[in-house]
């Protein structure tokens, strides 16, 4: 089964849109990851697949997916996740605690707001 499927083996629709085709560990590569989680960074129009457990933190889910969408990014607390269009205050927390399940979208975004030009 791969890391984009689910525990019934079908895959999640949403874990299949715009997405680069590799798929994030946040959990050592050794550990099953039951849940596959989308997480997308407005500023880099792009979206990765992140492999988790329900008790990974947002803040390790948030570092991994960083380090790749946004590798140029120094100072991981200038950017917030929002989870069901509501701020994640407490990234220390779970996933599951959090509010995330399965197939979950995560949203990263500067705190620090941009003028257009």
Same mark, same amino acid.
């Given at each position: 089964?791969? @890391?984009?499927?689910?525990?019934a083996g079908r895959s999640h629709f949403v874990n299949q849109? /715009?997405? /680069? +085709? @590799?798929?994030? *560990?946040?959990?050592p590569s050794e550990a099953?990851? +039951?849940w596959t989680l989308r997480v997308q960074a407005?500023?880099?129009? @792009?979206?990765? /697949?992140v492999a988790c457990t329900p008790d990974t933190s947002v803040r390790d889910v948030k570092r991994v997916a960083m380090g790749n969408l946004l590798p140029d990014v120094a100072e991981l607390d200038a950017w917030m996740v929002?989870?069901?269009?509501?701020?994640v205050a407490n990234?220390?927390?779970?996933?599951?605690?959090?509010?995330a *399940? @399965?197939?979950?979208?995560?949203?990263?975004?500067?705190?620090?707001?941009?003028p257009l030009k």
């Amino acid at each position: 089964m791969s @890391d984009s499927q689910n525990s019934a083996g079908r895959s999640h629709f949403v874990n299949q849109l /715009r997405v /680069r +085709p @590799d798929v994030l *560990r946040a959990v050592p590569s050794e550990a099953a990851a +039951p849940w596959t989680l989308r997480v997308q960074a407005a500023e880099a129009w @792009d979206a990765v /697949r992140v492999a988790c457990t329900p008790d990974t933190s947002v803040r390790d889910v948030k570092r991994v997916a960083m380090g790749n969408l946004l590798p140029d990014v120094a100072e991981l607390d200038a950017w917030m996740v929002k989870l069901h269009g509501a701020e994640v205050a407490n990234e220390a927390v779970s996933l599951r605690t959090a509010g995330a *399940r @399965d197939a979950s979208t995560l949203f990263l975004m500067s705190r620090r707001r941009r003028p257009l030009k």
